[in-house]
């Protein structure tokens, strides 16, 4: 059973910098599809980035974040990053780690969509003050 357990959250100033990790527990290695999620209170949990190991490391981001966050993999430690460049206050939420052995014959930029994903982090809380 894959576990993925997040840290790295905390508070800062907009403008600062926060880098998340995810490792990746009971498996001998990652899932090739990994993502960073986030959820506001009141809001829908929304896919911020992802990344498929199997199609040469391509990611995906939404508009928000594009510029600013870096996905990126130590396969061999089994850990996921999220750096967070220039955090504004619409940046602060819980942010999720999520998952899943996707094979090697999907096709398309890595999925951000929360339906694609099967195992997930217990989260770690941002909150950028202005």
């Known amino acids: 059973q894959v576990q993925l357990v997040e840290s790295g959250g905390g508070s800062v100033q907009a403008g600062g910098s926060l880098r998340l990790s995810c490792v990746v527990f009971?498996?001998?290695?990652?899932?090739?599809?990994m993502g960073w999620f986030r959820q506001a209170p009141g809001k829908e949990r929304e896919g911020v980035a992802a990344i498929d190991r199997d199609r040469d490391g391509s990611t995906s981001y939404v508009d928000s974040v594009e510029g600013r966050f870096t996905i990126s993999q130590d396969n061999a430690k089994r850990i996921l990053y999220l750096q967070m460049n220039s955090l504004k206050p619409e940046d602060t939420a819980m942010y999720y780690c999520a998952a899943r052995f996707c094979g090697r014959s999907r096709d398309g930029p890595p999925p951000r969509d929360t339906n694609f994903y099967n195992y997930w982090g217990q989260g770690t809380q941002i909150t950028v003050s202005s």
């Open positions: 009971g498996y001998n290695y990652s899932p090739a599809c």
